[in-house]
């Protein structure tokens, strides 16, 4: 019983991949910085280990997706790392904060799954944990 035992203990424990989706609120525009390059680092911190992560821009998240696109914002560098997890941003709030034209010529996918807005349920439904920033 006591091998047993020592033998659980030592064996490395499977890896558990998280399915988390980052919902990111926070405008650049008009918030502190700190939100959104935090919300980049947690997503490259899951990407990193392995975790399933899908990022959506949503409200004035729209206008700090518009923002971070362009090469000479200071959290531009932040964002590329995390990109390749971007599922998209709310459609109706991307044309509420008049950053549609921008989002759409960058080729962002535009989410309208909720009578217009992106569904957080369908990410619920995907068995996805939701964090906000």
């Given at each position: 019983m006591l091998d047993t035992v020592t033998q659980s203990r030592s064996e490395t424990p499977a890896k558990v991949s998280q399915k988390i989706a980052i919902v990111i609120y926070s405008n650049v525009t008009t918030e502190a910085l700190s939100r959104a390059y935090r919300a980049f680092g947690f997503a490259a911190e899951l990407m990193a280990a392995g975790d399933d992560v899908t990022i959506v821009f949503d409200g004035g998240g729209s206008a700090t997706l518009a923002a971070v696109l362009?090469?000479?914002?200071?959290?531009?560098?932040a964002w590329t790392r995390v990109a390749p997890a971007l599922r998209g941003v709310?459609?109706?709030c991307a044309k509420a904060y008049d950053v549609q034209d921008t989002l759409k010529a960058a080729g962002i996918p535009m989410l309208t799954d909720d009578h217009g807005h992106a569904s957080l349920r369908a990410l619920l439904g995907e068995g996805r944990q939701i964090v906000t920033f």
């Open positions: 362009d090469p000479k914002h200071d959290l531009h560098r709310c459609g109706y």
